[in-house]
């Protein structure tokens, strides 16, 4: 069966969990048709590795997310889809496998659990929402001497369209960009990230772009998990 298709039957299934698998090829279309979810949204994307990329892909197989009421589970590309509310931002939880990663780059076990931010207005402009997550051999050589803090969060954001540069307002570590290919220091890129992120205060942060973007404004975050936040630069 095509990847397109089977994300079209999870789709249909609206907040049912997931344990197809299947090779990836290319970024399905996202359905902002929501017919299934009724008067809520679907919420699809993917959960890949830290080190995964067009020349190596690495979905993270058997992570659970949970939020507005729905749940799915991913297979082994990664893969997800459930309905959530129409209103408002979805803080979903995701929940990292118990079972070893299957990337051969740096195996190992994703004991880190992360907060997935479900933003309406992304959604429905139709962008495919993308997260990463590292194993813990992994987060040991992260680059430019960074230690994770357990008592900070870690920020990882999604860039879709041109690359822009990212910030958030809270106090953190050196972040880094990834370019499509590798991770180097800096704050422009396909995806950045944020290390040791000061949690004091509200338990918020402001996101910005240059340029500005689809998907900006406050996020959550929270001591020892990784918050995923999507954008679409304008």
């Known amino acids: 069966m095509r990847p397109l298709a089977c994300v079209l039957l999870i789709t249909a299934c609206g907040g049912c969990g997931d344990d197809g698998g299947g090779a990836v090829d290319a970024t399905p279309v996202v359905d902002i048709d929501n017919a299934s979810c009724g008067d809520q949204l679907n919420f ?4 890949v590795d830290w080190d995964s990329s067009a020349a190596s892909f690495c979905g993270v197989n058997g992570a659970t997310f949970n939020g507005g009421g729905g749940m799915s589970n991913t297979p ?114 396909k995806d950045v990230y944020f290390p040791n992120v000061d949690v004091a205060g509200t338990g918020t942060t402001m996101l910005t772009v240059v340029g500005g973007a689809v998907g900006t404004g406050p996020i959550m975050i929270a001591p020892n998990k990784i918050t995923l936040v999507n954008v679409l630069a304008q």
């Open 76 to 189: 082994p590309n990664g893969r997800f889809a459930f309905c959530i509310p129409r209103s408002g931002v979805t803080n979903v939880t995701i929940t990292p496998p118990g079972s070893m990663s299957g990337c051969s780059s740096m195996p190992g076990t994703y004991t880190m659990g992360a907060i997935g931010v479900a933003n309406p207005a992304t959604i429905l402009a139709g962008t495919f929402w993308s997260g990463r997550i590292f194993t813990m051999q992994r987060a040991a050589t992260l680059g430019a001497g960074i230690t994770i803090d357990p008592a900070k969060a870690q920020v990882i954001v999604h860039v879709e369209g041109q690359q822009r540069g990212v910030a958030i307002l809270a106090t953190h570590g050196t972040a880094q960009a990834f370019n499509g290919t590798t991770w180097a220091a800096g704050e422009v890129g």
């Open 44 to 47: 699809t994307g993917e959960l």
